[in-house]
């Protein structure tokens, strides 16, 4: 790269309680998708530059990867068999860590915009935010590139009365969803791959780590769909 090089300050931080990086999800998602605010800094006139903003309900946030310390030029995508050139990806290991969402708007207060169904993990800097604009923004008949040829399946999930009562028992006492936190593992394939702490135990069965916990399920593929059946959860 060149020698040139362009100054630029965060506004802000976001804020979250999700602290674990496995729970984020990879694009931003309405259903899946984290909560939290962005607080701006103070003393720069931020609160003027926030007039109106409340007038849209989605904006682009701007961000650094700040938890991103090396690129490499051919990344595995997290569905993916083979690698892809980073620019043709949203990795966040990229030659310049910028990322780029697109968020709800939940409440603005002073200095704090609170948002929804982020990607974002806990104290990202922010570098901008800019309104969604749709007829700007949203083109319809924009084509999906390679990830057109990747099988987008349907899944289905089958939770045995056994798993209910033991995930009913984990929430009570350690305040953790983690059917939530299964259906969020899995969301991109439920098969085993680098990204993902999947193994296989036999011809049917697969075993998930989340933390301490493992997950026992079985896949069952049926057309578009993909039936996955918990069958335990243990410690
Ligand atoms: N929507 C963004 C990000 C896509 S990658 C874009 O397209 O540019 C999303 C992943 O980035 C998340 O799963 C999370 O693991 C990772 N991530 C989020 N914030 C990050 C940060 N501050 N530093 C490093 N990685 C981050």
Known sequence: MTDQHIHIEPIGFFHTNTKEKHRIPRQPD?????????????EHNFEQALQDLDSFSHIWIIFQFHQSHQWKPMVLPPR???????????SPYRPNPIGLSV???????????????TDLLDETPIL??????????????????????MEESHHIYNIGDNCFVKAQEIK???????????????????????????????????????RTWRVMYTVLEQDESMIITIVSITH
């Not at 309405?30 to 103070?42: A, E, M, S, T, V």
């Not at 709800?104 to 207060?109: D, E, K, L, P, Y």
């Not at 309104?131 to 040829?149: H, Q, R």
Request: charged letters at 25%; glycine letters at 8%; one cysteine or more.
């Open 30 to 42: 309405n259903d899946l998708g984290i909560h939290g605010y962005i607080q701006l800094h103070r």
């Open 80 to 90: 993916g068999k083979q690698k892809r050139g980073v620019f043709a990806t949203r």
């Open 103 to 117: 968020v709800s708007i939940v409440s603005i207060h002073g200095l704090c915009i609170e948002i929804a169904g």
């Open 128 to 149: 901008d935010i800019k309104p969604y604009i749709p007829y700007a923004d949203c083109i319809s008949d924009a084509n999906f590139g390679w990830l057109d040829t």
């Open 172 to 210: 009570e006492k350690e305040g953790v969803d983690i059917i939530l936190h299964i259906k969020q593992l899995l969301r991109e394939s439920p098969y085993p791959h680098p990204y993902r702490r999947i193994k296989k135990i036999n011809e049917d069965m697969y075993e998930l780590s989340i």
